[in-house]
């Protein structure tokens, strides 16, 4: 089978490089499930990597973390998958051992590693994965699809870190594939009202589309005024940073109401430089979310399933397998209007 080898970034006036090596396919073992790979989504992190700016990973790096595929083979003591059968898999590979891995918080894992970054990812024709990483898709949902669920499961994560958010008023800052899927969970979880900012109007028409009730080009309309004009006197009950830059963070800070909750959600490329005056001034407690557990990807397929998050708007390209460098250039030639790039590692939808 072909697997692919990133063995460089795009740094210091290099191209990337991406090269594709023969290997064997491998046999599941016990307890195992062999995966025919059929689609793989390219994110923010992925492209962090393809510039050399990811500092958990080095080359050579095979990627693929937003995957969906068909069972191919089990392995000796699987009972809960078939050959055929749809599924996804949770990237995660955790010690087991640690402090938060005991109580349940194995996204927490002192030894966590991600397929992808700092441990083998899916991108290869088969992939061979322990049962307890495996999730079923529904028959019905495509493999497109299913590759989505990896980042709308850190949006059901993030969402959940708010414990009000039945009948909340939201803001959601940046308008890329998180934010805009964040928006609709928020809204199928409960949330009242959400507002989403950005400085792309290609991208706030987009989130619009996907029927989030306010969005605003804070170009254009100062971030305060956004929120007083979307939620009144008392804005939000809760704003999530999506965006992850100095800006977004200290418009959420100095702008949010007295009292209320910041969940940071993006991650920060380097240090921060953050107002802790008026954080701590107002009483404002910041938050954070990292990735996900197996209930938030349960989660996130039910609320496709039941057409409560639409993911087909924010699939803006497909590129084949033996094409995975050209999907990179294509981002970085149209980064305003791309959200999500697929890899079609088998093109098929059988």
């Given at each position: 089978m072909k697997q692919q080898v990133m063995t460089r970034p795009a740094r210091d006036g290099q191209e990337a490089e991406i090269i594709f090596r023969d290997i064997e396919i491998p046999a599941p073992g016990p307890g195992q499930v062999l995966v025919k790979i059929k689609r793989i989504g390219i994110?923010?992190?992925d492209i962090h990597v393809y510039y050399g700016e990811h500092s958990g990973t080095s080359y050579p790096v095979t990627q693929g973390h937003e995957v969906s595929g068909q069972v191919a083979a089990v392995g000796e003591g699987v009972a809960a998958f078939v050959p055929g059968q749809k599924v996804t898999i949770e990237p995660q590979v955790v010690c087991g051992k640690c402090y938060p891995c005991r109580h349940g918080k194995y996204n927490l894992c002192e030894e966590l590693k991600v397929m992808g970054f700092q441990t083998t990812?899916?991108?290869?024709?088969?992939f061979c994965v322990d049962q307890g990483k495996v999730t079923p898709l529904p028959k019905e949902m495509s493999y497109d699809?299913?590759?989505?669920?990896e980042p709308l499961a850190v949006t059901v994560h993030a969402a959940r870190r708010f414990a009000e958010l039945q009948g909340a008023r939201v803001a959601i800052l940046g308008c890329g594939p998180i934010g805009i899927l964040l928006a609709q969970t928020c809204k199928a979880m409960g949330a009242?009202?959400?507002?989403?900012?950005?400085?792309?109007?290609h991208r706030l028409a987009l989130a619009k589309q996907c029927g989030v009730d306010h969005a605003v080009n804070t170009k254009n309309v100062e971030f305060g005024k956004a929120l007083a004009d979307a939620f009144g006197p008392d804005k939000a009950d809760v704003i999530y940073d999506c965006a992850g830059n100095n800006v977004t963070i200290n418009q959420a800070i100095r702008c949010a109401?007295?009292?209320?909750?910041?969940?940071?959600?993006a991650v920060f490329a380097g240090m921060a430089s953050a107002d802790l005056f008026t954080l701590n001034d107002h009483e404002l407690d910041l938050d954070t979310t990292m990735m996900y557990r197996h209930e938030d990807y349960v989660e996130a397929i039910r609320l496709v399933e039941e057409g409560k998050v639409q993911l087909k708007p924010l699939q803006s390209a497909h590129f084949p397998f033996e094409k995975y460098l050209d999907a990179y250039k294509y981002i970085e030639a149209n980064r305003e209007t791309t959200m999500k790039v697929l890899i079609d590692v088998d093109p098929t939808q059988e």
């Open positions: 994110c923010g992190s990812g899916t991108a290869s024709e088969y699809d299913g590759a989505m669920i009242e009202s959400v507002l989403i900012t950005d400085v792309s109007d109401r007295k009292g209320s909750k910041l969940i940071l959600v």
